[in-house]
């Protein structure tokens, strides 16, 4: 920020608040700016060290909930075949 030195006339003093405070826009705009270059630089670089440490969403995470149903739902479907009156008869003989 601009210095006010209050030694000198008046006038002179309000021009460099003038120029203060007219300059606070620009740079707002450039804070706004880096803050958003490192907040990319920082998801870039945690995305680029989960690639090479072989983290991240594999084949597995993104199907497992399926295979899983899909075992269950297979167990669940054996226990009612394996329940039928025929399969019944056929044991006890």
């Known amino acids: 920020m601009y210095r006010v030195d209050a030694i000198g006339n008046s006038l002179g003093v309000r021009q460099e608040?003038?120029?203060g405070v007219e300059s606070l826009p620009r740079w707002?705009?450039?804070v706004r700016k880096k803050k958003t270059e490192t907040h990319r630089k920082i998801i870039e670089g945690s995305q680029k060290a989960c690639r090479d440490l072989g983290i991240g969403p594999?084949?597995?995470?993104?199907?497992?909930p399926r295979r899983e149903f899909?075992?269950?739902f297979a167990?669940?479907?054996?226990?009612l075949t394996g329940s039928t009156?025929?399969?019944?008869?056929?044991?006890?003989?």
């Open 17 to 19: 608040l003038v120029e």
């Open 28 to 30: 707002r705009k450039g």
């Open 58 to 64: 594999g084949w597995d995470d993104v199907v497992g």
């Open 70 to 72: 899909a075992q269950r």
């Open 75 to 79: 167990e669940g479907i054996e226990k």
């Open 85 to 93: 009156l025929g399969d019944y008869r056929k044991k006890t003989k």
